[in-house]
């Protein structure tokens, strides 16, 4: 409001010749003037007091809310001159009501931060050297599948089986046990029998491809100190640990024989039926249990046994249980370190039969998948459903693993579980040893040292399996399958994948 118009509120005029202090107090002329003290006049006229106080309070208060509406209002009249400075407009703008947010879920445990992985061997893994391939890597540490290509489909391995008899005999027989030939007869009846237990490591010259072999001059030797100067009239070639009839598979190829790759599987027989016993690969003959009697035959004639140069031999079942003579092979552990560097194939089967007799089967090849998916299944509790196990070595087209489960048994060989380091300490090293000796060259030699894996070729497949120590430090375990028209030139794509995986590491991606 403006202060035109306003009843104003000032104290009444003085008389004439007086001063006061408004309630018409006098003082006598000539006397001295006496000024009343601040509480004294404002004890004296309460009233005014407060009602003064009213009017200034209200002028402060609608004073400028008056004079800014006047001077803002259309047509308003100018302020008079003298009037006081015009209060600056103050325009307030009303707060918003804050909204606020509903109230949010949160889970019971926060996820994990998961890696970005983009490290990518898709085009290594497309190689059409690698015909139809199928593989899997595992990270052995997590046991998280880093990349997969068909890793649940059932599939030939080649010799990378012999990872999986390892596994089975070291379950079965146990590491320290051993193979063992015998000779058993009975004193005064001049015949004895030569009695195989599926030790094809039995050397007939010593001269072996298998080191600390035993012999069958150790055997002749055992003979004539039971027979003495008795003469010997029969000999026994005893081949029945399993049917002997069960002794080649029909997907097997016959050049595996002739070329010296693998023997006929017999439960007796002498430096894996090699032509020569001092190399790895040499020709098999289509007798096994003959070429070791011959070779029984003349270490009992060295030996000096009566008779043996003349004696009838056959082949039969032996008659007698008193046992004359025997040896054994070296520890199954030590089998396996001498398999799986050269992929011994005859070795392998050997293991393999031995395995199912020993688990109260019958030695056959037929009894092989059912011994594998029980062993496999509770010694190392893999998923063993979708097994085939034609036979011990891998050779056959129908035997058929995923390359996922194979990866998953390496997580347990490269952490020597159950008894499975002496499987790893066995596998090929890259560029270093066994079947990988000569493997990883040229830009793939980075990789060498870091690869223990084992390999496989047949016709229709080539593959590798193991585990990688890869460049960033992962533990990786891995198991790839090259399958259907393949050629030697394979093993290089094989190779180029692995290093490809050990540069990834775990930034390996599944894409």
């Not at 085009?123 to 880093?146: M, W, Y």
């Not at 379950?171 to 030939?181: I, K, N």
């Not at 024989?257 to 693998?262: A, K, L, M, V």
Request: proline share 6%.
């Amino acid at each position: 409001m403006s202060d035109q118009g306003e009843p104003r509120h000032d104290r009444p005029a003085p008389s004439p010749g007086a001063r006061g202090d408004g309630h018409g107090d006098t003082t006598p002329t000539g006397s001295p003037t006496t000024r009343p003290s601040a509480w004294q006049w404002v004890s004296t006229r309460p009233r005014a007091v407060l009602v003064t106080a009213g009017v200034l309070v209200l002028a402060l208060l609608g004073g400028g809310a008056v004079a800014a509406g006047a001077a803002t209002a259309p047509g308003a009249p100018s302020a008079r001159a003298g009037s006081a400075t015009p209060q600056p407009v103050v325009t307030v703008t009303p707060s918003a009501t804050p909204t606020v947010d509903p109230e949010r879920s949160v889970p019971d445990v926060l996820p994990g931060a998961t890696r970005l992985r983009t490290c990518s061997v898709a085009g290594a893994a497309s190689d059409a050297r690698l015909a139809q391939f199928e593989g899997s890597v595992v990270n052995a540490e997590t046991g998280e599948v880093l990349f997969d290509r068909n890793g649940s489909t059932a599939a030939r391995t080649g010799s990378v089986l012999k990872t999986l008899t390892s596994a089975v005999a070291l379950s079965v027989l146990g590491a320290d046990a051993r193979l063992t030939t015998r000779v058993t007869g009975d004193p005064g009846t001049g015949a004895v029998a030569l009695v195989g237990g599926g030790d094809a490591t039995l050397s007939a010259t010593g001269s072996s491809v298998y080191a600390g072999a035993p012999t069958v001059a150790d055997l002749a030797t055992q003979v004539k100190t039971s027979l003495g100067d008795q003469p010997l009239t029969q000999i026994t070639l005893d081949a029945t640990y399993w049917n002997p009839a069960d002794k080649w598979d029909p997907s097997w190829k016959r050049t595996e024989q002739t070329i010296g790759y693998h023997s006929e599987v017999t439960a007796l027989m002498v430096d894996g039926d090699r032509a020569n016993p001092a190399a790895q690969t040499s020709p098999r003959s289509t007798d096994p249990v003959a070429r070791a009697g011959d070779a029984f035959r003349s270490a009992l004639v060295a030996a000096g046994v009566v008779g043996a140069d003349s004696a009838t031999m056959t082949q039969g079942t032996a008659t007698s249980g008193t046992v004359i003579a025997q040896v054994s092979s070296q520890p199954v552990g030590t089998l396996i370190s001498q398999l799986l560097p050269t992929s011994d194939n005859t070795l392998a089967e050997m293991l393999a039969r031995v395995s199912s007799k020993v688990s109260g089967a019958d030695g056959s090849a037929a009894s092989l998948t059912a011994l594998y998916k029980s062993v496999l299944s509770s010694t190392y509790g893999l998923d063993t459903s979708s097994l085939t196990i034609v036979d011990g070595s891998g050779l056959s087209e129908n035997d058929a693993v995923p390359s996922t489960f194979v990866a998953r048994l390496m997580v347990q060989v490269l952490n020597r579980e159950h008894g499975l380091g002496v499987v790893y300490d066995a596998l090929p090293v890259s560029g270093k040893t066994g079947t990988l000796a000569s493997r990883f060259t040229g830009s793939n030699a980075v990789a060498r040292g870091a690869v223990h894996a084992k390999t496989g070729w047949i016709d229709t497949a080539y593959t590798l399996a193991g585990t990688i120590d890869a460049a960033d430090g992962t533990k990786l375990t891995f198991a790839f399958y090259a399958i259907g028209p393949v050629q030697d030139n394979a093993r290089a794509a094989l190779d180029t994948l692995t290093t490809a995986v050990y540069s990834c590491g775990d930034a390996l991606s599944n894409s």
